[in-house]
C-alpha cells in the first residue's frame, strides 16, 4: 500500500495561473517532506521542502503548504510558467526510517502559453 | 564537474550479459542511493550507502549488486536481468541520511532496457 499518494496522474493550467498539486500521506510518523521537479530525460531535482513543525514554507513562486491532521500537503505555483512543465513528485520521510524518502508516483504539470 | 553525474545515460543489454552503472558526485556528500523508477510507479529505494557502508537493501534481488568504493562512487553491478528490470535506474547522493541533512540529489539516471 501507497504511504504517499499523488491521485491527479495529470494537471492542466493557463500560463499566470495557480497551479496547485496536491499530495496526501498515510504514516503519521512522517515529519519531513519535498518536493521534486523532473524534466524528461532529466534526474529528479530538489524544489522545495516543509518540517512538520511549520505548515507553510514559501521561495518565489512556490509555495508549500502541509496539514497535519489531515495528511495533506500541497505545493502552489503562482503564476505558473511553461517552464513550469515537468512531473512534480512529493516524498516524505519520518523518524522512523529518517533516511528513506517514500515518493508518490507523480503529477504531470503542463502550462498552457 | 558538478553535481551528480551516471554513465552511461542508455544502456541496452541482453539477459546474459553483465553491464555495470556508474555514479559520481561531486558535492562532498556522504551518502548515496540507487533508486529504480518505472513506468507509472513511484520511486523505488534499491540500496543505501552511508560513509562507503550499506546501511539498507530494499529486497532488492541479487541479480543487482552495487559497490561503493568510496563515498564519491556508486556502482551497479548487473547481471542476468529479466525483462521487467527495463527501467530508469537513478542515483542520488545526501549529505547524510537523517533529517534536514537528507535533503537528496539525483543525477540523470540510466534508461535500462533488458532484451
Known amino acids: 500500500d501507497q504511504q504517499v499518494k499523488q491521485n491527479s496522474p495529470s494537471l492542466s493550467v493557463q500560463e499566470g495561473r495557480i497551479s496547485i498539486l496536491n499530495c496526501d500521506y498515510t504514516?503519521?510518523?512522517?515529519?519531513?517532506f519535498l518536493w521534486y521537479k523532473k524534466y524528461p530525460a532529466e534526474g529528479p531535482t530538489f524544489l522545495i521542502s516543509i518540517s512538520s513543525i511549520k505548515d507553510k514554507n514559501e521561495d518565489g513562486r512556490f509555495t508549500v503548504f502541509l496539514n497535519k491532521s489531515a495528511k495533506h500537503l500541497s505545493l502552489h505555483i503562482v503564476p505558473s510558467q511553461p517552464g513550469d512543465s515537468a512531473v512534480y513528485f512529493c516524498a516524505a520521510s519520518g523518524v522512523d526510517s529518517s533516511y528513506k524518502l517514500i515518493f508518490g508516483s507523480g503529477t504531470r504539470l503542463l502550462v498552457r502559453p | 564537474e558538478t553535481g551528480v553525474t551516471q554513465t552511461p545515460r542508455h544502456l541496452v543489454m541482453g539477459m546474459t550479459n553483465k553491464k555495470s552503472l556508474k555514479c559520481e558526485q561531486h558535492l562532498g556528500h556522504n551518502a548515496m542511493y540507487w533508486y529504480k523508477q518505472s513506468a507509472k510507479k513511484p520511486l523505488e529505494l534499491m540500496f543505501v550507502y552511508n560513509f562507503k557502508e550499506q546501511t539498507e537493501n530494499n529486497s532488492v534481488p541479487s541479480r543487482f549488486s552495487p559497490e561503493c568504493p568510496n563515498s564519491s562512487h556508486l556502482f551497479l553491478h548487473l547481471h542476468t536481468l529479466q525483462p521487467e528490470d527495463s527501467a530508469l535506474y537513478l542515483c542520488?547522493?545526501?549529505?547524510?541520511?537523517?533529517?534536514?541533512?537528507?535533503?537528496?540529489?539525483f543525477g540523470p539516471g540510466t534508461r535500462l532496457t533488458v532484451l
Open positions: 542520488a547522493s545526501s549529505l547524510g541520511t537523517g533529517g534536514l541533512s537528507n535533503e537528496q540529489f
Open positions: 504514516n503519521s510518523m512522517f515529519d519531513y
